[in-house]
């Protein structure tokens, strides 16, 4: 998607250290933390919400990434959250997860 800043950032016209990446989803940690880590995994192709997913094995994929990032970041305790539409609080439409370890 031509003007959505994950897209942006995974074809590098942004740049950001990326923590992790496989052929489905990547990892970033988030520019304005709310904890000592907050990192956002996002899957590569543009799905704006949880709303508009049309095959739910990408959810597994991202929950199979966190597991090793997690790994990866020596985080034992977390927090996930997945805002779903502005009034939720979503700012970026394009999908993702927050992982939230202190
Ligand atoms: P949302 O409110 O959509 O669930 O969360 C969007 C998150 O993306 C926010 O926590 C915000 O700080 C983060 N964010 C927005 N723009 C950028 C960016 O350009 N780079 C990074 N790393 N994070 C961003
Ligand atoms: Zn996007």
Redesign the pocket.
């Known amino acids: 998607m031509k003007d959505c ?1 994950f897209c942006k ?1 995974l074809r590098k016209e ?1 740049p ?1 250290e990326f923590i992790y990446e496989d052929e489905h989803c990547f990892a ?5 933390p ?1 904890a000592k880590k ?1 990192i ?1 995994v996002i899957p590569k192709e543009h799905i704006e919400s949880l709303n508009e997913i049309k095959d739910f094995e990408i959810v597994k994929k991202l929950f199979e990434a966190i597991s090793k990032i997690n790994i990866k970041e020596n985080i034992s305790h977390f927090k996930t ?3 779903t539409g502005a009034k939720a ?5 394009h999908l ?1 997860i ?1 992982v939230l370890s202190d």
């Open positions: 800043i950032i942004i950001s970033i940690n988030d520019i304005n709310k907050h956002l959250l997945i805002n609080g979503q700012e970026v439409m993702h927050h």
